[in-house]
């Protein structure tokens, strides 16, 4: 399954971060290829799905395709983190480190509520009874949505704890630092966006 792959390599990227925040610049390197290599299987899951789709389905092609390619770029933006994290270290006053692991697990929480909500949603639509539980699927989609909220929050706090120490670390220090936050809240956004397209799918049925 695509969101399984794309999950590990959100739960690989959560690792890294946390080594990040320990200063274990080794162990982020090492994580890194391994979320680089995560994000390419899932590529390679995409493509055989796209190759394979049938022609009868109970959902439009074109839906499908962009749902996939959404779900595909949480996967890209975590590689992204991961990548910006064995670029450079940054040692981060305690303020910073804090607001960043809280970020970062809200983050990982809405890609779970994603994929949990993905798998229940393909059941509905494998079984037909999408009007039925049309009221079940608007509510996993509305977790994802207000996990999603409070990354959100969560991002701005990162963003406002890391200029009020940019003297601690550095101009450089810090704009690195913004730049991986604002990377990390892409893998919420797009896990959201993900969820939205079922909403569409469903909502055509």
């Known amino acids: 399954m695509h969101a399984g792959r794309v999950v590990d390599t959100v739960e690989k990227m959560d690792e890294a971060i946390r ?13 890194y290829q391994e979320i680089s290599s995560l994000e390419h299987e899932a590529d390679k899951v995409k493509h055989s799905i796209r190759e394979n789709m049938p022609s009868s389905q109970p959902v439009d092609r074109a839906d499908i395709l962009s749902f996939l390619t959404q779900e595909d770029d949480v996967a890209n933006s975590a590689e992204m983190v991961a990548q910006m994290l064995a670029m450079k270290m940054v040692t981060m006053p305690a303020p910073v480190r804090d607001i960043l692991l809280k970020m970062d697990n809200n983050v990982l929480l809405t890609v779970r509520e994603h994929v949990a ?10 079984n037909g009874t999408v009007s039925k539980d049309i009221g079940e699927i608007q509510e996993l989609i509305d977790k994802v949505d207000a996990r999603k909220h409070s990354v959100d929050v969560l ?50 049925r």
Do not use: C, F
């Open 19 to 31: 080594a990040y925040i320990d200063g274990d610049q080794p162990r982020v390197e090492s994580l």
């Open 117 to 126: 909500a993905t798998g229940r949603i393909v059941d509905i639509l494998d």
């Open 155 to 204: 991002r701005l706090e990162a963003m406002k704890a890391i200029y009020g120490h940019e003297k601690d670390m550095g101009m450089v220090g810090a704009y690195h630092l913004l730049e991986i936050v604002k990377e990390l809240g892409w893998v919420a956004e797009h896990a959201e966006s993900a969820s939205n397209r079922l909403r569409l799918m469903t909502a055509r």
